[in-house]
Nanobody, 126 residues
Framework: QEQLVQSGGGSVQAGGSLRLSCRGA????????MGWFRRAPGKERQGVAT????????SYADFVKGRFTISQDILNNMLYLQMDNLEPEDTATYYC???????????????????WGRGSQVTVAS
C-alpha cells in the first residue's frame, strides 16, 4: 500500500516562508489528484490546495491564494507546498493527501481523498 511521507514545516514569524514536502513511498503517479489540507486546534479540517495529476491543474482555497503554491515532481514522486507571507492564522497541522478514485480534485472535497500523510506542524508567530 502506498504511503505518503511528509517533511518540512516548523516555526516562523509572520511574513515568513516554509515549504512542506510529501513523498510517495509507492508510485504516486497513478493518483488522480493530490492535495494539502490542514487542521488547527479546535477547528475543522480545511482544504488548502489540490493538484490534478493529468494536466497539472491546481486549485486553492481563497484564504491562501497568492501566498501558497502547490507543485509536484513526478520523476521523484514528490508533492510540495510552498507557503509565503505566512500569517498566524495559518498555524495548523498540515496533511498531504491523495485521491486514487477520481473525485473532483477540489480543496472543498476532502472526503474524496483516500490516502493521508501523518501531518506536519506549522506555527506562525505574530
Amino acid at each position: 500500500q502506498e504511503q505518503l511521507v511528509q517533511s518540512g514545516g516548523g516555526s516562523v514569524q509572520a511574513g515568513g516562508s516554509l515549504r512542506l514536502s510529501c513523498r510517495g513511498a509507492g508510485r504516486i503517479t497513478h493518483f488522480h489528484c493530490m492535495g494539502w489540507f490542514r487542521r488547527a486546534p479546535g477547528k475543522e479540517r480545511q482544504g488548502v490546495a489540490t493538484l490534478r495529476k493529468r494536466g497539472g491543474t491546481t486549485s486553492y482555497a481563497d484564504f491562501v491564494k497568492g501566498r501558497f503554491t502547490i507543485s509536484q515532481d513526478i520523476l521523484n514522486n514528490m508533492l510540495y507546498l510552498q507557503m509565503d507571507n505566512l500569517e498566524p492564522e495559518d498555524t495548523a497541522t498540515y496533511y498531504c493527501a491523495a485521491d486514487s478514485f477520481g473525485g473532483s480534485c477540489s480543496p472543498s472535497d476532502g472526503k474524496d481523498f483516500d490516502y493521508w500523510g501523518r501531518g506536519s506542524q506549522v506555527t506562525v508567530a505574530s
